[in-house]
């Protein structure tokens, strides 16, 4: 029953909700929710204990700093991609076929998610993450309080883009762990290096929008959207998924996973833009209103901008000029009175019914159907 264990894995994206213990089918997926999030996990570690105990025999110091690297991959996170990438293998193959050939490759995508989430941080100057401080803050904090020499900031980034650089070089050695044909592993790589241009495409956009935000415009933010964030966290580990159970490129479950992951992903990213002015820091483990300090221009804002009055506008200019909480409420206030908020739950809810038909009459396994739909709902409606 692994295959509809791992259908589970919708419900560990949902918000929070008592335990509906009367209803035997949910409780039972709730029970094997962790099967696939904890086989990634022990993948991740046993890989990752191997890594570092070769780095320490460099240097005592390489190990401290391959040990910072593997806490960032095993610090938490929903395996997301892992996640997307499983169902759109198991959608292809069915639910008989053994998981741990493929287990590997699954579990790299962490590993490539780990590089973007500590470069991000140094890019955005993040404080935090997961609750915890990011990569190059904590870092930066060692540096100083062991008296060393220099910048104790410059040598946090430093190490953060090396912890970055590293992830994505593990990624590379535990996908060749596989055992997949070949030739089926080098489409499997042409699919994966696609996500990653991809990925460094929306990742250059976001950053270019971030400091020309007054010239930035809503159809340049849907595209740093789909491309930084819609992209490598469903679009293409579906397709990368299919593509290590041999699917064609051509084949009608690939377009419909295309569709899918497109409009999932998009609402993602948009859930994402929500939760980083409006969500509880407890819960995603970040600030609120990062994005209203720094004037990103999301997609939320850009709305906000086209919806405002004259007089709202002229507040909304202040957006990155302030970065004190109370302004920021404030501005967060004036960002839902222009409607913003409401139009954007509307792009969400319009993704997600487009995927859902994206999958009607798809030939994909029932147990991986039942997933998908479950995912839709479940990563575009969560609290982090």
């Given amino acids: 029953m692994a295959n509809d264990a791992v259908a589970g894995n919708a419900l560990r994206l949902a918000p929070a909700q008592p335990e509906a213990t009367d209803d035997p089918v949910r409780g039972a997926l709730a029970a094997l929710t962790d099967d696939l999030v904890g086989r990634v996990d022990d993948t ?7 890594e570092v105990a070769a780095l320490t025999e460099i240097d005592a110091a390489m190990g401290g700093f391959a040990a910072t690297a593997r806490d960032c991959v095993l610090a938490g996170g929903k395996r997301v991609r892992p ?20 287990l590997p490759a699954l579990s790299a995508l962490e590993l490539l998610h780990t590089f973007a989430l500590v470069h991000d941080d140094v890019m955005d100057a993040s404080d935090t993450r997961r609750g915890r401080p990011t990569a190059h803050r904590a870092a930066a904090a060692r540096h100083a309080a062991a ?9 946090g980034e430093a190490v953060a883009v090396l912890v970055g650089d590293l ?34 495409a929306g990742q ?28 490598y966290t ?19 479950l690939t377009a419909a996973y295309t569709r899918y992951g497109l409009a999932v992903g998009e609402a993602f990213q948009l859930r994402d833009d929500l939760l980083g002015v409006y969500g509880d820091p407890a819960t995603t483990g970040k ?44 501005l967060a206030e004036l960002v839902a009175d222009t409607g913003a908020v409401a139009h954007v ?10 995927a859902l038909a994206a999958l009607d009459g798809a030939p994909v396994d029932g147990a991986a159907r039942t997933a998908l739909t479950g995912l839709a709902v479940a990563a575009t409606d969560r609290r982090a």
């Fill in 44 to 50: 991740l570690a046993a890989f990752l204990a191997a």
């Fill in 204 to 231: 250059y956009l976001d950053v270019l929008g971030s400091n020309d935000a007054a010239n930035w415009s809503l159809d340049r933010a849907l595209r740093v959207a789909r491309y930084k964030t819609a992209g």
């Fill in 83 to 102: 996640t997307f990438a499983y169902w759109g293998w198991r959608g292809v193959v069915g639910g008989d076929e053994p998981l741990a050939a493929v």
């Fill in 234 to 252: 469903v679009q293409r580990p579906l397709l990368f998924g299919s593509c290590l159970a041999g699917a064609d490129a051509d084949a009608p």
């Fill in 345 to 354: 739950e509307r792009m969400i809810s319009d993704r997600v019914a487009e």
């Fill in 287 to 330: 600030p609120a209103g990062d994005d209203l300090r720094t004037g990103k221009p999301t997609v939320l804002l850009m709305l906000a901008r086209q919806l405002a009055t004259a007089t709202q506008r002229r507040a909304l200019e202040r957006v990155g000029a302030f970065t004190g909480a109370r302004e920021v409420a404030r």
């Fill in 147 to 155: 008296g060393h020499t220099g910048d104790p900031d410059r040598f």
């Fill in 167 to 200: 992830c994505v070089v593990w990624a590379d050695r535990l996908m060749a762990h596989a055992a997949v044909p070949p030739g089926r592993l080098l489409d499997v790589r042409r699919c994966y290096d696609r996500m990653r241009v991809e990925t460094i």
